[in-house]
Every structure is written in structure tokens, then in C-alpha cells.
């Protein structure tokens, strides 16, 4: 199988560049990534689990595409998960799993396509970073929370290079306006020795 779907998502450098990226990709984007042993989804959704106990809370899995974030969640106990994608092929792909209750696509360009505080628990899962999205998508999932909500994300390693998306974070924690609750470095991508960084955060 090519590698060049993966290899060139680090390149990236528009909004549109990126869109059309995971058009072209959405079709064997699960092959691939599962090839390389694609582990973040099933860290993020059991960090979340161990702070949010119910079940039935909605989760929106922000950034969702095919729906591997979503099966980890289902995966991991919540049974009521939502799915936000700007890349329409990548949804097909989310439809076709069978875990979310609605799936819903949005626009790139539109600075608040989440309600505010229509969810107190969020997702974001390889999805803020280099060759995705941008750093500003930090504080737009931060602000469409409720205070006690939680986010629940990743950071691989080229984004933990990129102090543009660290400060993001820390900014919030700095201010006191969010609390760190779980923090883990670990496997992301085994097969191209790649790994990340999982958190959880509680808006304050």
C-alpha cells in the first residue's frame, strides 16, 4: 500500500489544501493509518472514560472523519457520540461504522459551527495539528463548552514540536480558565515510530 496519503498530510498548508487532502484519502485513509497500528483513538476515548462516568452523555467527536474515533468511544462505553466533519467523504465513512447518532458537516471557514455549550463533553482526536487543524481550533472547542465540560484530545509528535498548539493549551491552563486533569505521552502511529500526547481538560 503507498504511504503518500499519510506522508504528505505534514505538508499541508491551507485550509483547502488540507479539505481536498482528506477527500482524496477518505477511502483507504482506515487501511492505512490501521497498517501503521493506529492507536490514539482507543487512548483518547479510555482517558475520557475514566473521568466521565455516564454513559449516555452525549459526546460530540469533533474532527471525526471516517469514524475510528467513534468506534473507540463506543468502544470505550458512551453510547450517545455525534460527529462533526468538514470533508464529506471522510463522513460516508463515519455513516458506515454505525456509532454515531448524527453526523454533521460543516464548513472550514465558519469560525463557530458549534453551539454553544450543546455539549459537555468533546473530543478532538488527531485532529488539531500540523497538516490539520489549526491551532485557533483549541479555543473554539474550549469555548463552545460549558464551565465543567470536558475536552478530551490529542497532540501527535510534529505538533508537540509546534509551540503554536502547546501554547494554545497552556495559555488556558496559565489563565486558569481550564485544569489539567490527564496528561500521556505515548504510542500514536507505531509502524512509523510516532507517538503523542493525550489529555483531558475541564473548562473552569
Same mark, same amino acid.
Request: with cysteine; charged share 25%.
Given at each position: 500500500m503507498?504511504?503518500?496519503?499519510?506522508?504528505?498530510t505534514?505538508?499541508?498548508? $491551507?485550509?483547502?489544501?488540507?479539505?481536498?487532502?482528506?477527500?482524496?484519502?477518505?477511502? $483507504?485513509?482506515?487501511?492505512?493509518?490501521?497498517?501503521?497500528?493506529?492507536v490514539?483513538?482507543?487512548?483518547?476515548?479510555? !482517558? @475520557?472514560k475514566?473521568?466521565?462516568?455516564?454513559?449516555?452523555?452525549?459526546?460530540?467527536?469533533?474532527?471525526?472523519?471516517?469514524?475510528? $474515533?467513534?468506534?473507540? @468511544?463506543?468502544?470505550?462505553?458512551?453510547?450517545?457520540?455525534?460527529?462533526?466533519?468538514p470533508?464529506?467523504? #471522510?463522513?460516508?465513512?463515519?455513516?458506515?461504522?454505525?456509532?454515531?447518532?448524527?453526523?454533521?458537516?460543516?464548513?472550514?471557514?465558519?469560525?463557530?459551527?458549534i453551539? !454553544?455549550?450543546?455539549?459537555?463533553?468533546?473530543?478532538?482526536?488527531?485532529?488539531?495539528?500540523?497538516?490539520a487543524?489549526?491551532?485557533?481550533?483549541?479555543?473554539?472547542? #474550549?469555548? !463552545?463548552?460549558?464551565?465543567?465540560?470536558?475536552?478530551?484530545?490529542?497532540?501527535?509528535?510534529h505538533?508537540? !514540536?509546534?509551540?503554536?498548539?502547546?501554547?494554545?493549551?497552556?495559555?488556558?491552563?496559565?489563565?486558569?480558565?481550564?485544569?489539567?486533569?490527564?496528561r500521556?505521552?505515548?504510542?500514536?502511529?507505531?509502524?512509523?515510530?510516532?507517538?503523542?500526547?493525550?489529555?483531558?481538560?475541564?473548562?473552569?
Amino acid at each position: 500500500m503507498s504511504d503518500k496519503f499519510l506522508k504528505d498530510t505534514y505538508n499541508l498548508n $491551507s485550509a483547502q489544501e488540507t479539505h481536498d487532502h482528506y477527500q482524496k484519502w477518505a477511502a $483507504s485513509y482506515d487501511d492505512e493509518v490501521g497498517e501503521h497500528g493506529y492507536v490514539t483513538p482507543d487512548r483518547v476515548a479510555a !482517558a @475520557l472514560k475514566s473521568f466521565v462516568s455516564d454513559a449516555d452523555v452525549p459526546v460530540l467527536d469533533y474532527g471525526c472523519g471516517t469514524g475510528l $474515533s467513534g468506534l473507540a @468511544l463506543r468502544k470505550a462505553g458512551f453510547r450517545v457520540i455525534d460527529g462533526m466533519d468538514p470533508t464529506p467523504k #471522510m463522513l460516508e465513512g463515519a455513516a458506515a461504522k454505525g456509532v454515531y447518532r448524527n453526523l454533521i458537516n460543516f464548513e472550514v471557514t465558519d469560525p463557530n459551527p458549534i453551539e !454553544a455549550e450543546a455539549y459537555s463533553t468533546i473530543t478532538c482526536i488527531g485532529v488539531i495539528g500540523v497538516g490539520a487543524a489549526p491551532p485557533e481550533t483549541f479555543d473554539l472547542l #474550549m469555548n !463552545a463548552l460549558p464551565r465543567g465540560g470536558y475536552l478530551a484530545f490529542s497532540f501527535n509528535d510534529h505538533t508537540l !514540536a509546534d509551540c503554536t498548539y502547546t501554547g494554545r493549551l497552556n495559555d488556558w491552563l496559565d489563565m486558569g480558565h481550564a485544569r489539567l486533569l490527564f496528561r500521556e505521552y505515548g504510542p500514536h502511529l507505531p509502524g512509523v515510530d510516532m507517538k503523542s500526547d493525550v489529555y483531558v481538560v475541564e473548562k473552569k
